[in-house]
């Protein structure tokens, strides 16, 4: 017999975590569940799914954005809050399955699966974003999110925590924000890579470049040496080319079903390159 | 578990396992056919059902998540002008050929109309892409979904 359990608030969840950390997390079901019927029913299910105190977007007292782990896609579209701030994380649900799969998704279940084609990832690398993790014994911790992805499908989280909510510190004035996925069509299409970026010119040179990228690698990652390439520099045709080299000696993407090393690998400069156009248009 | 649930606007109690798909317990247990099961992975759409009014996959939804929710299928979409509009048009411009997809395009559509009903073409495609239909070529359901918008609006049919 599966034990079914809805809890109500957040202490609640928490305790039953703590209590049987071998019942099933479940919040959206749009991973767990595409499988879910072929194997084994859990001993309990721990449903997330609209508990209130993990849903919606909120602006905290200094200035930064707060995502309950339980924020569909549909809420981040329907959101008004930060919506400058967050025009690449709606960019990408936007582009996530369709609408069945954006009305149940969750940004918890998007993290905890950790999928290296995740769309929301990269994203939370290009805004800074931490991840917060709670325990009914330990109360909550932040973690940046380049050291809550720990590998291949890997997360920090203890078999006692959930992920609570993403937080988003407040950006500098006059951030640049970039999204592209690139799949085989709109909608319900997996990623064959996609680039999230940040940026922000100081007197005409670039500050802070931010560039997440995501299905270049076993997990979602940094393009650290393109950041290095760009930085302080004018966003100019010289810079996008050595931004576009520097990638190209970062990363080795993969031949799968999806798409080419090469296409992938050809793509991901030219957006690069883009990026650094963009940076030189007018705002 | 003792699952209660409105169904169809019918309060509705039944033992289940809160694991079991809502696709299956619609289909078997409930002997309400008209949701289909495609891709049974959340792809294609045909078992489409509304959640508290939201469109999602049933395949993808367990039993026990929708303890004290109201669904509601293809079957339950009653009579009303939108509903209408939408079983109407699909049979008249010939948007179903196999029907597989559907009652989950006819839920998609009610939906989609009963909240925007000034929705464009490519914002009615958009919000049927999870509704794959491997018979008409899609322009015939977008044909008469723009055709029972018109409706809706009062603008007459054809
Ligand atoms: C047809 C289809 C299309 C899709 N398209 C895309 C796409 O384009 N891009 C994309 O990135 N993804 C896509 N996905 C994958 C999926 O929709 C997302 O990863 C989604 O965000 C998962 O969220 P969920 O709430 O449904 O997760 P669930 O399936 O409920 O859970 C996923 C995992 O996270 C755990 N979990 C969930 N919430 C928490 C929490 N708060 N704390 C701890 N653990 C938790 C669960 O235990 C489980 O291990 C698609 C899926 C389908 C079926
Ligand atoms: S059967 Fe559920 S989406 Fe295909
Ligand atoms: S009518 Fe056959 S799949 Fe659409």
Request: glycine fraction near 10%.
């Amino acid at each position: 017999m599966t034990a079914y359990l809805r809890p109500n608030t957040l202490e609640e969840a928490l305790a039953v975590r703590e209590a049987h950390p071998e019942y099933t997390i479940l919040a959206g079901g749009t991973d767990l569940l595409v499988s879910g019927h072929r194997v084994p029913p859990p001993p309990g299910i721990v449903d997330l799914f609209d508990l209130r105190p993990l849903r919606g977007i909120a602006r905290d007292g200094d200035g930064s954005l707060r995502l309950g782990a339980a924020t569909t896609y549909l809420d981040v579209l329907s959101s008004d809050t930060g919506r400058e701030e967050l025009s690449i994380l709606r960019a990408a649900a936007r582009e996530i399955g369709a609408l069945q799969i954006q009305a149940r998704g969750t940004l918890g279940g998007n993290l905890v699966t950790s999928s290296p084609v995740g769309d929301t990832l990269p994203v939370w690398l290009a805004l800074g974003a931490e991840v917060e993790l709670s325990s009914a014994g330990r109360g909550a911790r932040r973690v940046a999110y380049d050291a809550f992805c720990t590998g291949y499908r890997q997360t920090d989280m203890a078999p006692d925590e959930l992920v609570t909510a993403v937080t988003i510190p407040p950006p500098a004035p006059g951030t640049r924000r970039f999204w592209r996925k690139v799949g085989t069509r709109r909608a319900q299409s997996i990623s064959k890579l996609m680039i999230a970026a940040t940026a922000r010119l100081e007197n005409g040179l670039i500050a802070e470049p931010r560039i997440g990228l995501g299905a270049l690698a076993d997990r979602p990652i940094r393009g650290v040496a393109v950041e290095r390439a760009m930085a302080g520099r004018p966003p100019d045709e010289d810079t996008a080319a050595r931004a576009a080299r520097a990638l190209a000696a970062e990363i080795t993407p993969i031949d799968d079903v999806r798409s080419s090393a090469d296409y992938r690998l050809t793509v991901a400069t030219n957006l690069v390159a883009r990026f650094v156009r963009l940076l030189a248009e007018p705002a | 578990m003792n699952l209660r649930f409105s169904l169809n606007g019918e309060q509705t109690a039944l033992d289940v396992s809160p694991w079991r798909r809502l696709l299956d317990v619609l289909r078997e247990d409930l002997a309400l056919t008209g949701t289909k099961e495609g891709c049974g992975e959340g792809e294609c759409g045909a078992c489409t059902v509304l959640v508290d009014g939201e469109a999602v996959c049933s395949c993808l939804v367990a039993a026990g998540q929708v303890e004290g929710r109201e669904v509601r299928t293809v079957e339950g979409l009653g009579d009303g002008a939108v509903a209408r509009a939408v079983r109407e048009e699909l049979v008249s411009f010939g948007g179903t050929q196999c029907g597989i997809c559907t009652p989950g395009i006819a839920v998609c559509a009610v939906r989609a109309l009963e909240r925007e009903p000034d929705a464009s073409r490519d914002r009615l495609r958009e919000l049927l892409a999870g509704n794959i239909c491997r018979c008409t070529g899609y322009q015939l359901i977008v044909d008469a979904l723009e055709c029972a918008a018109a409706r809706g609006r009062g603008e007459g049919a054809e």
